[in-house]
């Protein structure tokens, strides 16, 4: 079995309290280390705000989680990249560590992966930001608004979803793309989207990951 460390935060005083998120949270983490093979030994609770660069001297809990994994070379679980972290500058500091994290609904991605996430987040928080400033002018003038999320943004998306599973993908590249769909659903990885895969949905993930040329013809398979 390999060792963890759960880390768990809560955003105020009163989720902290009301114990809001944090079961949730301790659900996620126990399905995943069970499913992934993982012993849990410590668990970390912090109650802080995400705002801002989040220095660790501001996280007493996530300071220790580090130590207590870096002393048995364990590896840091927490449930979802947010509760990590939503600053990337801090984020890349942590995965330039000697510990290595997992994220629950991002199970297949490393620290280099989850770095990637993070400025990509980071980055449509940017757009979003000046988009929801156009929109709101526009608005203004009359103008009908339009979705806030742009292709560039989907794609970026969409890469760094594709990069997160190469490890799982590439050694079954060989292999007709129903199969491979059936071997994703079988582990219980699901699209981007949430959905299963099909033989469509795993050639556009191959061609994303420029894994090598497919027979158009098993699109149909």
Sequence with gaps: ??????????????????????????AAIKAFAAAEGFTIIETYVEVETGKGADAL????????????????????????????????HFGSGLMARKVAFKVCDLPNADNFQLHLFLALAEKERELISVRTKALRAAKERGQKLGSPTTPAILKARSSAFAASLRDI????????????????????VHTATGGIWSSVTVLRLIDRLRLGPRDAEEVAA
């Design 57 to 88: 001297e501001t996280r007493p809990q996530l300071a220790s989680a580090l130590a207590a994994a870096a002393k048995v070379d364990g590896t840091v679980i927490v449930a979802k990249l947010d509760r990590l972290t939503r600053d990337v």
């Design 1 to 26: 079995m390999k060792t963890a460390i759960a880390y768990i935060r809560v955003s105020t005083q009163k989720q902290g309290r009301s114990g809001l998120g944090l079961e949730a949270q301790t």
């Design 169 to 188: 993908v590439e050694p079954l590249a060989h292999l007709p793309s129903r199969v491979i769909a059936a071997a994703l659903n079988a582990q219980g």
